[in-house]
């Protein structure tokens, strides 16, 4: 079963930090592009990044790029999310995927991040 | 990076068919058979309903389906039941080699 556990969520001050992580489990996950997609609070879902098998190729959405980077560690099965510079809208919970057929599914259940003073 | 647009809310009664749009642009649902569907009951995880454009993964009803002309993609629900009642999000790959996530449609079963 295709498991994916999201951690490292919690408060941070406008221009803090925090690291986000993915372990995934119960399938092949160095062979797949990985996905972050976040959601504010009542609000809709919004692509954040994605990185490719080997973490060679990265993509990002404006909002964020610059500020965030996602890598991975395939021998941990695990993604990762650096969230630098931290505004009050990047509040969300965040959700990671693998990508197939330009599709991503599953998805985890996500880690809050709440950006506040 | 705008979002694709779609309607805030949609409802229907039960047995009767629902569309959602989902509109673009050129550098994304009209260049690309990219376009998903997911569905987000209250307080869950998305999970994927319609792939490239129009294929349903495994264990996914075929009361759902898939549809794209030009730079907009439909999704309809047909026999509409309780359980569908739902946020619905279509998300197409950009030009960009990035992704985009519809604006979300509220489903109401009346």
């Known amino acids: 079963e295709v498991q994916l556990v999201e951690s490292g969520g919690g408060l941070v001050q406008p221009g803090g930090s925090l690291r986000l992580s993915c372990a995934a489990s119960g399938f092949a996950f160095s062979s797949y592009w990985m996905h972050w997609v976040r959601q504010a609070p009542g609000k809709g879902l919004v692509w954040v990044s994605r990185?490719?098998?080997?973490?060679?190729?990265?993509n990002y959405a404006d909002s964020v790029k610059g500020r965030f980077t996602i890598s991975r560690d395939n021998a941990k099965n695990t993604l990762y999310l650096q969230m630098n510079s931290l505004r009050v809208e990047d509040t969300a919970v965040y959700y990671c995927?693998?990508?197939?057929?330009?599709?991503?599914?599953?998805w985890g259940q996500g880690t809050l991040v709440t950006v506040s003073s | 990076q705008s979002a694709l647009t779609q309607p805030p809310s949609v409802s229907g009664s039960p047995g009767q068919s629902v569309t959602i749009s989902c509109t673009g642009t050129s550098s994304d649902v009209g260049s690309y058979n990219r376009v998903s569907w997911y569905q987000q009951p209250p307080g869950t995880a998305p999970t994927l309903m319609i792939y490239?454009?129009?294929n349903r993964p495994s264990g996914v009803p075929d009361r759902f389906s898939g549809s794209k002309s030009g730079n907009t993609a439909s999704l309809t629900i047909s026999g509409l039941q309780a359980e569908d009642e739902a946020d619905y999000y279509c998300?197409?790959?950009?030009?960009?080699?990035?992704?985009?996530f519809g604006t979300g449609t509220k489903v109401t079963v009346l």
């Open positions: 995927a693998p990508q197939k057929d330009y599709s991503t599914n599953p």
């Open positions: 490239e454009v129009s």
């Open positions: 998300s197409s790959y950009t030009s960009s080699s990035t992704f985009v």
């Open positions: 990185i490719n098998s080997d973490g060679s190729n990265t």
